[in-house]
């Protein structure tokens, strides 16, 4: 299976720091975020990552090169704006392939073990889910039974982590931009989404703030 780290982000909340610096790239526990990323999944037995790239994109290519130094083989996806999640991840589909491919938000932190992820047929997506942090205490999908449903009484979060059929993506056209929520949502009604709850380490980095509190954590622990 081939992975794809979404890492297009401009990261308006993260200024001044992304101002000079992609978000993926910066540090956390002494390594760019996004490395992390790599590390983990090279850890997980994948072999093959696609990044996609728009804000100082040449940064990421720069830092992380082929991706041999952690085993892996990078293959860059380029945008010359951000195309939100599922633009982006549709612009990525004929470096992708055919097969289901795992796709992680590159601006989490978190010790899901990729390997551990499957989707069964003929469902469309399978998303992991974790509890609602502060900041988003609203959850995005309610699990019941192994299955993901839009609306529900006790939602989670989605963690940014997920798998998906290429199929799910057919209906977009490559380089516009467009958003993953409702075309999950649309699977969902279908009963095409099943999803899992991960009760480990998860961080959303998306403040300064919350990118220092991770960082003392790991250089603390």
Sequence with gaps: MKAMILAAGRGERMRPLTDHTPKPLLQVGGKPLIAWHL??????????VVINHAHLGQQIEAALQDGSQWGLHIQYSPEKVALETAGGIA???????DAP???VNGDVFTDIDFSALRLEKPNLAHLVMVAN?????????????????????????????????????????????AKLAPILKAAMMNGLVSGSLHLGQWHDIG???????????????
Excluded: M, W
């Design 133 to 177: 942090p502060p900041q988003h205490a609203a959850g995005d999908f309610a699990l019941c039974d192994g299955k993901l449903q839009a609306e529900g009484t006790e939602k989670l979060t989605f963690s940014g982590v997920g798998i998906y059929q290429p199929a799910l993506f057919s209906e977009l056209v490559r380089g516009q931009a």
């Design 39 to 48: 590390q983990a999944l090279a850890n997980a037995g994948f072999k093959e």
């Design 101 to 103: 491919f795992l796709v």
């Design 91 to 97: 612009n990525a589909l004929p470096l992708l392939g």
């Design 207 to 221: 403040t300064p703030e919350r990118l220092q509190a991770l960082d003392s954590q790991l250089l603390n622990s």
